[in-house]
C-alpha cells in the first residue's frame, strides 16, 4: 500500500531564505507524485507533478522538487521565500494499484514566512 | 480558466439530519473524487466516481454516504444521518485522466454538525 510522511508539521523560514519542505513516500509501484499548496481558504492547487523522466520536476511560483527513487523522496524547494509562499503545503501519491486513481497525502506543512 | 465549484461553503447541521454537499466539476473531465480533511489532520480520500458508479470508496464512506451525478454538470456527496465526526472540510476533485493526470480541486464545504 502506498504512504506519504511529510516531516515537519510546520517550517518557518525568513524571506529571501531556502524552502526545503520533505515528503517520502512508499510505494510497491513506481510512484506518481504531486506537491499541492492550499491557501487559506482556499481549496488544493497543483505545484507540480512527477510521472516519468526528468527526475528534477519545476513548478509554479518558483518551486522544485526532485524524485530520489534510492531515498523514497520528493522534497520540495524554493531557492528564496516569498511572504506569499506562507501556506500550507501536501505531498501525495497516485494510488495507481487501483481503478479509482485516489490521491494519497501527506499530513501536511506549514509554511511561515517571516519579513 | 475551468475551475471546480462547491456549494455551499459552509453548512451547519444538526446531528442526524442529512446534507447534501454540490460540486460543479470541470466540464469535460470524466472522473470525479470526494475527499475530507478534518481540522488538522489530512486529507483524507472518501470516493472516486467514473461512468456513474463508484470506482473505489474508503473505509469511512459507509452506508450513510452516497454519491450521485444527477445530470451532466452536477456531483453531490449526501450524508444522510450526520454524526458529530462528520464535521470536517469536504472536498470535491476532478480529472480529465487517472494517476497522472493532475486532481483539479474545488474550494472546499466547510461542514459543522452541532
Known amino acids: 500500500a502506498q504512504s506519504v510522511t511529510q516531516l515537519g508539521s510546520h517550517v518557518s523560514v525568513s524571506e529571501g531564505a531556502l524552502v526545503l519542505l520533505r515528503c517520502n513516500y512508499s510505494?510497491?509501484?513506481?510512484?506518481?507524485l504531486f506537491w499541492y499548496v492550499q491557501y487559506p481558504n482556499q481549496g488544493l492547487q497543483l505545484l507540480l507533478k512527477?510521472?516519468?523522466?526528468?527526475?528534477l520536476v519545476k513548478g509554479i511560483n518558483g518551486f522544485e522538487a526532485e524524485f530520489k527513487k534510492s531515498e523514497t523522496s520528493f522534497h520540495l524547494t524554493k531557492p528564496s521565500a516569498h511572504m506569499s509562499d506562507a501556506a500550507e503545503y501536501f505531498c501525495?501519491?497516485?494510488?495507481?494499484?487501483?481503478?479509482?486513481?485516489?490521491?494519497?497525502f501527506g499530513q501536511g506543512t506549514e509554511l511561515s514566512v517571516k519579513p | 480558466e475551468p475551475e471546480v465549484t462547491q456549494t455551499p461553503s459552509h453548512q451547519v447541521t444538526q446531528m442526524g439530519q442529512e446534507v447534501i454537499l454540490r460540486c460543479v466539476p470541470i466540464?469535460?473531465?470524466?472522473?470525479f473524487y470526494w475527499y475530507r480533511q478534518i481540522l488538522g489532520q489530512k486529507v483524507e480520500f472518501l470516493v472516486s466516481?467514473?461512468?456513474?458508479?463508484?470506482?473505489?470508496k474508503s473505509e469511512i464512506f459507509d452506508d450513510q454516504f452516497s454519491v450521485e451525478r444527477p445530470d451532466g454538470s452536477n456531483f453531490t456527496l449526501k450524508i444522510r444521518s450526520t454524526k458529530l465526526e462528520d464535521s470536517a472540510m469536504y472536498f470535491c476533485?476532478?480529472?480529465?485522466?487517472?494517476?497522472?493526470?493532475?486532481?483539479?480541486f474545488g474550494p472546499g464545504t466547510r461542514l459543522t454538525v452541532l
Open positions: 476533485a476532478s480529472t480529465e485522466r487517472l494517476s497522472t493526470d493532475t486532481q483539479y
Open positions: 510505494s510497491s509501484v513506481p510512484p506518481y
Open positions: 512527477y510521472t516519468t523522466g526528468a527526475t
Open positions: 501525495a501519491v497516485s494510488d495507481r494499484a487501483n481503478q479509482g486513481g485516489k490521491l494519497i
Open positions: 466540464s469535460n473531465h470524466l472522473y
Open positions: 466516481f467514473y461512468n456513474n458508479e463508484i470506482s473505489e
